[in-house]
C-alpha cells in the first residue's frame, strides 16, 4: 500500500477518478496502485509524482499492515517494509 501517494491525492484536493482522467489511465488500476495491487511503471511514477508536486521516493514509500493476531488487520498501525533490524527482526 501507498498510503502517501492516497495522501498527496487527498492534499491536492483531488479525486481519484480525475487523476486517473488526466494521466490517461484506468480508474481501476490507479486504485490497483494505490493499495500496492499494481506496481506503476518508471514513467507511471514519474507522471504521478510530478503531477501531485511530490517527492517520487516519499510518494512510493511502500507500507503493510500487520495483523493483530486475531486474523484481522484493522486498526494496525503500518510498517515500513525494509525497517528491519541488522538481524531481521523489527
Do not use: C
Amino acid at each position: 500500500m501507498y498510503p502517501n501517494l492516497k495522501l498527496q491525492i487527498f492534499k491536492r484536493g483531488m479525486r481519484q477518478n480525475y487523476l486517473a482522467q488526466v494521466l490517461g489511465i484506468n480508474e481501476a488500476v490507479l486504485s490497483k496502485i494505490i493499495h500496492g495491487y499494481h506496481e506503476p511503471s518508471e514513467a507511471m511514477r514519474k507522471s504521478l509524482a510530478d503531477f501531485l508536486e511530490a517527492g517520487e521516493d516519499w510518494l512510493f514509500e511502500k507500507y503493510e499492515a500487520h495483523g493483530t493476531g486475531n486474523g484481522s488487520s484493522r486498526g494496525a498501525a503500518p510498517v515500513a517494509i525494509g525497517a528491519e533490524g541488522k538481524d531481521g527482526e523489527s
